[in-house]
């Protein structure tokens, strides 16, 4: 039974589902509906699919996470950031608008269902650490001003293509004085309104009298709103023929479930963007999951998460969807508004359903412009500028790693952005693990605490050097370790011990145990002998299975402090009054013989 529950979670919640439960997963349900409705079709545009698409992209999906899902409150479903990448994978490949394209979608989907479930079944979570947060900020940063500037074509009413930043906004000013008036007037207002609700209408509601949670779903209902206002405007003055881009008839009813064809050279063709858009959409979702999870003091398990997405977008591709993963907006809506498991996106799934049945035909004279406009207020607000200015000021080779991303994605495209994000952050980490932080130390007089001779004011002896790495010892870093202790015993003929101090030193592998010996024969040829000190345990039990500790010249000791009461006793004992004084110029220390 325990087995069953790790792969099926909803066995785990289910048994304890009550009327209370059951109460709060359908009112979040009826608001995060409310708010999905107009997205889900927005979305679908952006991919390049009809809009029909986006809806049932939102029906089984969400069951399929309620099944297997961890999250209690992340709700799945079409995002921005993946119906982009949808639209760049997809769109390489065939024309938009043509039914290969939407083939290819759902394979896309397919695909990367498969991918996410077996990362699932082997326990490849840890593969979405090779994202560092700074590349996944520049990443959504990029993608959220792409995404931006390819919906001002609707906006503007002209016809503009591209798949970077350069060129959608080239194709657009070459159509800028094509813009159609009335169209420029409904995607603006539509703008500004939206902007305005998210902003503004909750304080005014709260300010009349207006309960929160009545102005909580008022507010979320904006985009519904906006939705609703301009399609009557379009039907009741015949937009249509005016030019106005309308979004058209959209089919009703549910579609048949079946499984996308099997064609192997497109399978290979979008095995790649399949990967990338499930370790993005893996590392979305769980980021949301766990910041939601950790407000209830709930957790979330990454592999069965993997395993749920996976089952989402399978469920996805058989409905006829796109590619989906956990989005943030909708997921805080559905955390606010107090869901208590996951089957409040079945309760969303359910909506969704009698919304494809029943609303469709009165969709019809929505404008496109009014879809664009929703799309941009909620991309933009993925946009983080501020990261850009922190990143810097903390880290340089941090902020390389999230400027590359951020300006690879937005002139070459979202795939070649990943990608260049994920090479960098894997060289800048091998670089800093290559040359990792050693110190030289020295006693606290008065202690037995050993601090950095560089930042503290500390006693050293003349024949005892200690060095300290703050680092794991592994073939990138052993080098810079033999050369940092030749050139330190070099440039003291003193010296007759060298303590290597390991506090830090979590793992030894076996290029750094050939550094350690070749340190070890060197250091003695040069009548030199060679100590550790503060060696964790699992690290001695790995030096121990070998023959070094027998070929040492010196010793290992329990502490640092033990380590210079035998070697240099004088120096271990000082007083605070005597502490030595060190020039800063050269680098020598002064003061009392120690």
Not at 199 to 208: C, E, I, R, T
Not at 278 to 300: H, N
Not at 562 to 567: D, F, R, T, V
């Amino acid at each position: 039974m325990n087995h069953l529950k790790r792969y099926f979670p909803i066995l785990t919640w289910g048994r304890t589902y009550d009327k209370e439960a059951a109460t709060s997963d359908l009112v979040a349900a009826i608001i995060v509906t409310i708010m999905l409705i107009p997205q889900s079709l927005a979305y679908a545009l952006l991919a390049g699919l009809p809009p029909e698409v986006g809806l049932y992209a939102s029906i089984l999906p969400l069951v399929a996470y309620a099944v297997f899902g961890t999250s209690r409150a992340l709700a799945v479903g079409p995002v921005a950031v993946v119906s982009l990448m949808t639209a760049s994978a997809v769109g390489e490949f065939t024309q938009q608008g043509t039914p290969e394209y939407l083939g290819a979608a759902i394979v896309l989907a397919f695909i990367s269902g498969l991918m996410l479930m077996a990362m699932g079944f082997f326990r490849l979570g840890f593969l979405a650490n090779l994202l560092s947060h700074p590349v996944i900020s520049g990443f959504i940063t990029a993608s959220g001003l792409l995404i931006a500037s390819s919906q001002l074509k609707h906006i503007l009413g002209v016809p503009a293509s591209g798949h970077n930043l350069y060129d959608i906004l080239l194709s657009i000013g070459s159509k800028v004085g094509e813009t159609n008036l009335v169209t420029l007037a409904i995607g603006v207002t539509a703008t500004v309104f939206l902007f305005w609700v998210r902003k503004g209408l909750k304080k005014l509601l709260l300010s009349v009298g207006i309960k929160p949670f009545l102005a909580d779903i008022l507010t979320k209902a904006g985009p519904v709103a906006a939705v609703a206002a301009t399609t009557l405007v379009a039907a009741a003055f015949d937009l249509g023929s005016k030019g106005v881009r309308l979004v058209g008839d959209i089919p009703s009813g549910l579609p048949m479930p079946h499984l996308p064809s099997f064609d192997s050279a497109l399978w290979l063709q979008l095995a790649p963007a399949a990967l990338l858009i499930s370790v993005i959409g893996f590392v979305e979702s769980v980021s949301v999951a766990q910041t939601l999870a950790a407000k209830k003091r709930q957790r979330i398990e990454p592999d069965q998460e993997l395993i749920g997405l996976g089952a989402s977008n399978i469920a996805s591709a058989i409905s006829g969807g796109y590619p989906v993963t956990g989005g943030f907006a909708r997921s805080v809506v559905n955390f606010d508004a107090g869901a208590a498991t996951p089957a409040a996106g079945a309760f969303t799934a359910v909506g969704i359903a009698v919304a494809t049945l029943f609303l469709t035909p009165l969709l019809t004279n929505l404008p496109q412009a009014t879809l664009a406009a929703t799309i941009i207020v909620a991309v933009l607000s993925l946009v983080d500028l501020g990261a850009i200015k922190r990143t810097y000021a903390y880290s340089k080779s941090d902020f390389a790693a999230m400027a590359a991303t951020i300006l690879i994605t937005l002139f070459f495209g979202v795939e070649q952005g990943v990608v260049s994000g994920v090479v960098l952050s894997i060289a800048l980490y091998l670089y800093r693990s290559s040359r990792p932080h050693m110190a030289v130390v020295g006693i606290v007089p008065g202690t037995e605490h050993f601090r950095n001779v560089d930042r503290h004011t500390v006693a050293t002896g003349e024949s005892v050097l200690t060095l300290r790495v703050d680092e794991s010892l592994f073939f990138a870093n052993s080098r810079y370790l033999e050369d940092r202790i030749y050139a330190l015993v070099a440039d003291r003929p003193e010296i007759q011990h060298v303590v290597l101090m390991c506090p830090a030193v979590n793992e030894i592998d076996a290029s750094a145990l050939e550094s350690l010996e070749e340190i070890n024969h060197r250091l003695s040829d040069s009548g030199v002998s060679f100590h550790l000190s503060e060696v964790k345990g699992p690290v001695m039990d790995r030096l121990q299975k070998t023959d070094f500790l027998t070929h040492l010249t010196g010793k290992v000791f329990l502490s640092q402090y033990e380590a210079l009461c035998e070697l240099d006793p004088l120096t271990a004992h000082i007083s605070e009054s005597h502490t030595p004084k060190r020039n800063a110029q050269s680098g020598i220390w002064s003061g009392p013989e120690i």
